[in-house]
């Protein structure tokens, strides 16, 4: 296997390509209940196609039953030639067990096998989950920021939002990738540091539901500085489904003024203060020399 891959068999759980029409099939299943509602799947032939034409359809079994899967196709951007996630899903019964986790570490091993120095893919950047997941335990790094990317969607996931994404760049044999999935993380001291020396680009207080929401929103400042999201939008959806709109913009507000100064993200922390645990990206100034930093998309 490739340096600082994650083994394809962990905890009962066996890695693999999809093979067998019937799995491919399995997928539908999965996707719709990840997603909910009236989410659009992609056709098993057309999968089974993509697989077998430079694409990546790879599953999470226990025994021979699919409990997750993620697939996608190559990318290409005029310069470099990447592998783009398209979707990654897990069953809601398997989604406390790491699988997300361990078919993205997957992924990776089969992409650098390929010869691909990079996977990029989008992810709504109110989610703070998921940041957790992309940001802190894989190592990627959200470059772009996309308003209202999709349109409006159907699925249980998007509807009723705006569908901003952030594309995110997975450099697979960077440093910082290989310490992050080998689980050398900041202590959640370290975590508390850096958030208490950084400047704060979204301020936040509680709102009458008692679940924060943005106040104001302000350029960074000083050589780093974090941006808080909802802590669980779904929480946030169902008891102050105004609120949503609110932090919609207010993100969409900050990311954009910490891209035009320059300033990039670099982690994701969830930190406990005042015995309230809340999210927040975390952002470095650029050094002399960079460029822009998180950039606004069309």
Same mark, same amino acid.
């Given at each position: 296997?490739?340096?600082?891959?994650?083994?394809?068999?962990?905890e009962?759980?066996?890695?693999?390509?999809?093979?067998?029409?019937?799995?491919?099939?399995?997928?539908?299943?999965?996707?719709?209940?990840?997603?909910?509602?009236?989410?659009?799947?992609?056709?098993?032939?057309l999968?089974?196609?993509l697989?077998?034409?430079?694409?990546l359809?790879?599953?999470?079994?226990?025994?021979?039953?699919?409990?997750?899967?993620?697939?996608?196709?190559?990318?290409?951007?005029?310069?470099?030639?990447?592998?783009?996630s398209?979707?990654?899903?897990v069953?809601?019964?398997?989604?406390?067990?790491?699988?997300?986790?361990?078919l993205?570490?997957?992924?990776?091993?089969?992409?650098?096998?390929?010869?691909?120095?990079? #996977?990029?893919?989008?992810? =709504?950047? $109110? +989610?703070?989950?998921?940041?957790?997941? *992309?940001?802190?335990?894989?190592? /990627?790094?959200?470059?772009?920021?996309?308003?209202?990317?999709?349109?409006?969607?159907?699925?249980?996931?998007?509807?009723?939002?705006?569908?901003?994404?952030?594309?995110?760049?997975?450099?697979?044999?960077?440093?910082?990738?290989?310490?992050?999935?080998?689980?050398?993380?900041?202590?959640?001291?370290?975590?508390?540091?850096?958030?208490?020396?950084?400047?704060?680009?979204?301020?936040?207080?509680?709102?009458?539901?008692?679940?924060r929401?943005?106040?104001?929103?302000?350029?960074?400042?000083?050589?780093?500085?974090?941006?808080e #999201?909802?802590?669980?939008? =779904?929480? $946030? +959806?169902e008891?102050?489904p105004?609120? *949503?709109?609110?932090?919609?913009? /207010?993100?969409?507000?900050?990311?954009?003024?910490?891209?035009?100064l320059?300033?990039?993200?670099?982690?994701?922390?969830?930190?406990?203060?005042?015995?309230?645990?809340?999210?927040?990206?975390?952002?470095?100034?650029?050094?002399?020399?960079e460029?822009?930093?998180?950039?606004?998309?069309?």
């Amino acid at each position: 296997m490739a340096q600082g891959s994650v083994t394809d068999r962990t905890e009962g759980f066996r890695f693999r390509r999809l093979e067998k029409p019937e799995e491919f099939r399995q997928l539908e299943e999965i996707h719709r209940a990840a997603f909910g509602g009236e989410v659009a799947t992609v056709p098993p032939a057309l999968l089974r196609s993509l697989q077998d034409n430079g694409g990546l359809v790879l599953g999470a079994f226990a025994d021979i039953y699919l409990a997750g899967f993620t697939f996608g196709a190559l990318g290409w951007d005029g310069t470099t030639l990447y592998h783009y996630s398209i979707v990654t899903a897990v069953r809601p019964e398997y989604q406390n067990h790491h699988v997300g986790f361990r078919l993205k570490a997957f992924q990776r091993d089969e992409v650098l096998k390929l010869g691909l120095p990079e #996977i990029r893919w989008t992810t =709504d950047p $109110l +989610r703070s989950r998921t940041a957790y997941l *992309v940001v802190r335990r894989l190592g /990627a790094r959200p470059d772009r920021y996309h308003p209202h990317y999709f349109g409006q969607l159907a699925d249980g996931l998007h509807r009723g939002m705006e569908t901003d994404q952030v594309r995110v760049v997975w450099s697979l044999t960077a440093p910082h990738v290989a310490s992050r999935l080998a689980g050398q993380l900041p202590s959640p001291a370290e975590d508390e540091a850096r958030w208490r020396r950084s400047s704060a680009i979204v301020e936040t207080e509680p709102g009458e539901s008692g679940l924060r929401v943005p106040t104001t929103v302000q350029e960074p400042t000083g050589p780093e500085a974090h941006l808080e #999201i909802p802590f669980d939008l =779904d929480l $946030l +959806r169902e008891h102050d489904p105004g609120a *949503v709109r609110t932090w919609r913009h /207010a993100v969409r507000d900050a990311f954009r003024a910490a891209g035009d100064l320059g300033y990039t993200i670099d982690d994701f922390a969830t930190v406990t203060i005042d015995h309230e645990r809340r999210s927040f990206y975390l952002f470095r100034a650029p050094t002399p020399g960079e460029g822009a930093g998180t950039a606004s998309g069309t």
